[in-house]
């Protein structure tokens, strides 16, 4: 990892962002100048900053919350938001979540992050309108603070390390908030208690915007057009059974929410609908492609949209509106972590 400079308090930003960006940081947009107090603030009330927390892919750096800082102050982000940023950046780390390939691969898989419980709102992010968009320093800070450090930290650079073939705009930031309700939270599904504070970190292998079926008004009218983007995204991988062992998570706008669950469909359920009838459309497509292209039939039950259908994951986020978003975990093969944040 390159050393990271502190620049003088009148240093000029334009300037600061062309030398950082030649030395190998930053992701090409305008940056906050690195001072000593600009640090020093982020940095304030950590306990151990120099520890270090793992090395980082792909030339293994050393992840430091002081290092991490440097990059949040570099992306812009809220100061409260750091614990979030270095819980996201440690549960990259684990092995399953296979940082070392998403940053080095030809593909285009982004690090996405879901921030779950009330430090999302005390960090000033949204879970509402927008959220994976623009307007909202907490959620593209935190996004933008998490790529930034892996990327730096990691040594990934484009077209040296970093060899994807054309990229994508979420490796800039991908990152909301997970609403309170009506669902439990992803962090409660996965064992770490009610309205815990928590992270997860998502190989996201693209962004589908998915609409409910036309008249929606049954559970089966909103989700059948995600299972069949599901299908899709599994088809586009090129062999379709790559997904068997991945992951699709599922942005459910709180409307659609609210409406499946006064008809009784809790997570679990859509969850399963979603596995089932996904898998279901994948087979039949992969064995019409087959048929067409002269190519061995797959056998039925080799494909599927996913692992499991634990492995579908609905988070209840957006504002007004039935528009619902489908992130497909990269094919490369990613999982997914989730983490409590923890003082530090």
């Known amino acids: 990892m390159p050393d990271l400079p502190l620049f003088p308090d009148a240093a000029d930003p334009a300037a600061v ?95 996405g992050v879901l921030v779950h419980g009330p430090v999302a709102r005390r960090v000033g992010m949204t879970s509402g309108a927008g959220g994976l968009g ?18 730096g930290i990691g040594g990934a650079r484009a077209g040296l390390t970093d060899m994807a073939t054309i990229g994508s705009p979420a490796k800039y930031t991908c990152c909301t908030a997970e609403a309170p309700r009506p669902l439990p939270s992803l962090a409660q599904r996965r064992g770490l208690g009610v309205d815990v504070d928590a992270v ?18 049954e559970p089966p009218s909103v989700l059948g057009p995600a299972a069949a983007a599901m299908a899709g995204a599994a088809m586009a991988a090129g062999d379709p059974g790559r997904f068997r062992d991945g992951e699709q998570f599922l942005l459910l706008p709180p409307e659609l929410a609210a409406l499946l669950g006064e008809q009784g469909w809790g997570a679990d359920r859509m969850a399963g ?11 039949a497509s992969a064995s019409a492609l087959a048929f067409r292209a002269g190519l061995p039939a797959y056998a039925a039950g080799d494909l599927r949209v996913a692992a499991s259908a634990d492995d579908v994951r609905v988070v209840v986020t957006g504002g007004a509106g039935g528009k619902m978003a489908l992130l497909p975990t990269w094919a490369g093969g990613s999982r997914s972590v989730t983490a409590a944040v923890r003082p530090l």
């Open 17 to 111: 962002a062309a030398d950082l960006l030649a030395a190998g940081h930053g992701d090409g947009l305008p940056v906050v100048p690195p001072t000593a107090a600009r640090l020093d603030a982020m940095l304030a009330g950590a306990a151990d900053p120099d520890a270090v927390l793992g090395q980082v892919p792909p030339l293994f750096g050393e992840l430091t919350v002081r290092a991490v800082a440097w990059y949040a102050v570099l992306a812009g982000c809220p100061r409260p938001a750091l614990p979030v940023v270095v819980a996201a950046c440690r549960a990259a780390l684990e092995p399953g979540f296979n940082l070392l390939g998403l940053a080095t691969t030809t593909g285009a898989p982004a690090v």
């Open 134 to 151: 623009t307007g909202n320093a907490g959620n593209a800070g935190v996004g933008r603070a998490v790529s930034l450090a892996l990327a």
């Open 200 to 217: 997860t970190v998502v190989g996201v292998g693209g962004l589908v915007e998915v609409l409910p079926g036309e008249g929606y008004r």
């Open 273 to 283: 609908f979603l596995f089932e009838q996904g898998s279901a459309l994948l087979r």
